[in-house]
């Protein structure tokens, strides 16, 4: 299974880009790496999905180097409302397991 | 649009008593996950499904069994429940293993 490693806990301030990046030595070839997003008391939600290179949508953008070992998801401009937990997931085909880390904890202040 | 619905959302347990959590997903997905949460920590899966009438053990199965003889339900049972299973219980479901997951809003679980 693909482990993914990622920082505890990170701060930030208001206005802010934030980059938390995750590492994922062994993943395979058929991996995709997804972040998700969890609020206190709620499930996580889906933020992003890439394969390679770089991915954005209208809340996040996902930065994956060539050989894959590693990904950066970026926040531009955080507000006091994207303190969550953020995780990040690595797809794992053949056993067809989803292993969420320990996740980091954003905390925006203002 | 419902997506993943759990029932119950907070339930109080007995050492020894048993219970079922009842999950159910309208987006006709294969895959169905069972994870818990405890304090501070991140998602552990339990057990899983990747169709119909197949279940499998996921990191942490001991303790709980499930079912999934509809496709649109996953059930997990606590034969007798003990303190160590006081957590948050979540499901959740994908198209595919490398899809997007959607996870329901959780299950309070106390066991005194």
């Known amino acids: 299974l693909a482990k993914t490693t990622q920082p505890i806990s990170m701060d930030s301030y208001e206005g802010q880009e934030v980059n938390i990046t995750c590492s994922h030595n062994n993943i395979a070839t058929n991996d995709y790496i997804t972040w998700y997003q969890q609020f206190p008391s709620q499930g996580p939600r889906f933020i992003i999905q890439g394969y390679k290179t770089k991915v954005t949508n209208e809340v996040a953008s996902l930065f994956i180097p060539a050989d894959r070992k590693s990904s950066t998801l970026s926040l531009p401009r955080v507000s006091l409302s994207d303190t969550a937990v953020y995780y990040c997931?690595?797809?794992?085909?053949?056993?067809?397991?989803?292993?969420f880390g320990s996740g980091t904890q954003l905390t925006v202040l203002p | 649009n419902a997506g993943v619905t759990q029932t119950p959302k907070f339930r109080v347990l007995k050492t020894g008593q048993s219970m079922t959590l009842l999950c159910a997903q309208d987006m006709n997905h294969e895959y169905m996950y069972w994870y818990r949460q405890d304090p501070g920590m991140g998602l552990r899966l339990i057990h899983y499904?990747?169709?119909?009438?197949?279940?499998a053990k996921g990191e942490v199965p001991d303790g709980y069994n499930v079912s999934r003889l509809k496709k649109q339900n996953f059930l997990l049972g606590l034969e007798s429940a003990a303190p160590s299973q006081t957590s948050v219980y979540f499901c959740?479901?994908?198209?595919?293993?490398?899809?997007?997951?959607?996870f329901g809003e959780g299950s309070w679980l106390t066991v005194v």
């Open positions: 997931l690595v797809g794992d085909g053949s056993a067809r397991q989803l292993t």
């Open positions: 959740a479901s994908s198209r595919d293993s490398g899809n997007t997951i959607y």
């Open positions: 499904s990747v169709g119909e009438g197949t279940t």
